[in-house]
């Protein structure tokens, strides 16, 4: 009699016994933990470690004894302080508004307006500022708001100002710094938006407009509360850019000999009170303020949003 063996077929669970699978699954493993190993370094390093240092510094004085809150109160106390926190205030809702709104705008427009070869174009040439360095951002649009030199001196005119003095008016400020960073970070953003929309379902869309949903009803009603959480995200990341302003108005500062304040920014007066002052003290509770400030602009917006909850299916 002959008797069939019935063939073993593998089901792909892993074996206890060090099998292949499970040496495949260790290695994998390993060269995850490979991989993020640098960031992690890079994270501890410039991070974590200054942050806790900044922490100590802020609670004690210059002979490490504990001081509790008195270096905020100090620096609470200081002429510059509340002006700094103002001016970077009146900054951060410029540029979180025309980011938003035009971000947005230009990511629906470039989406389903636009040719697909135009819009890998826009794209590229959208993103173009982006790949400078700040201080080279800043250099160019120092040329472009002289009314001697600018290319656009007839619009500087036409408002008014016929001098590179008048155009960095105090009040000017904010208006020119958000600029400065529309120009040189909406570009990214507006690749990382066009991206979101992408990844709409394009039987979401057609069902919207057999309902009879005209373009922008699709934008306001479909597209972007499906982007949602990517705008919360970008706000975030935004607001942390915007409280960290230092390089910007320094070179102003330093291009306009003096006639824009050097404490017009929190990171301004926080350099001012550690290299002029040689306070490293005060101005690691200058830090702690704007960590506070970001911290809770991020843990609101996360809250209202459910930025990480997940889709129930």
Do not use: C
């Amino acid at each position: 009699m002959t008797v069939l063996e019935t063939p073993r077929v593998s089901t792909g669970t892993p074996r206890r016994d060090g099998s292949a699978p499970s040496r495949r699954r260790g290695r994998r493993l390993n060269a995850g933990y490979f991989f993020v190993a640098g960031y992690a370094v890079l994270l501890l390093a410039f991070g974590v470690f200054p942050t806790a240092y900044s922490f100590y510094l802020a609670f004690t004085n210059d002979r490490g004894q504990f001081t509790g809150l008195n270096q905020f109160t100090k620096v609470a106390g200081d002429y510059r302080f509340l002006p700094a926190f103002g001016h970077m205030l009146v900054y951060l809702a410029l540029w979180l508004v025309v980011l938003v709104v035009l971000v947005v705008l230009v990511a629906v427009v470039l989406r389903g307006r636009i040719r697909p070869g135009t819009s890998a174009v826009l794209r590229f040439l959208y993103y173009i500022p982006g790949a400078l360095a700040g201080v080279a951002s800043v250099l160019v649009w120092l040329f472009m708001l002289d009314p001697d030199v600018s290319p656009v001196s007839w619009l500087l005119n036409a408002m008014g100002m016929h001098s590179f003095a008048a155009v960095l008016a105090p009040g000017h400020l904010p208006v020119i710094l958000m600029l400065i960073a529309f120009w040189t970070g909406a570009g990214g953003w507006m690749v990382v938006m066009y991206g979101a929309l992408n990844n709409i379902p394009d039987e979401v869309l057609e069902a919207a407009r057999m309902d009879g949903a005209g373009p922008w009803r699709t934008v306001w009603h479909i597209q972007i509360p499906m982007i949602r959480q990517w705008i919360v995200y970008m706000s975030i990341m935004a607001f942390a850019t915007g409280t960290q302003l230092f390089v910007e108005p320094q070179l102003l500062q330093t291009a306009s000999l003096g006639r824009v304040s050097p404490t017009w920014s929190p990171n301004q007066l926080a350099f001012v009170f550690a290299f002029q002052q040689g306070d490293f003290n005060g101005a690691a509770a200058i830090s702690v303020f704007l960590l506070s400030l970001g911290l809770l602009a991020a843990g609101l917006l996360v809250a209202r949003s459910n930025l990480f909850s997940l889709d129930e299916k």
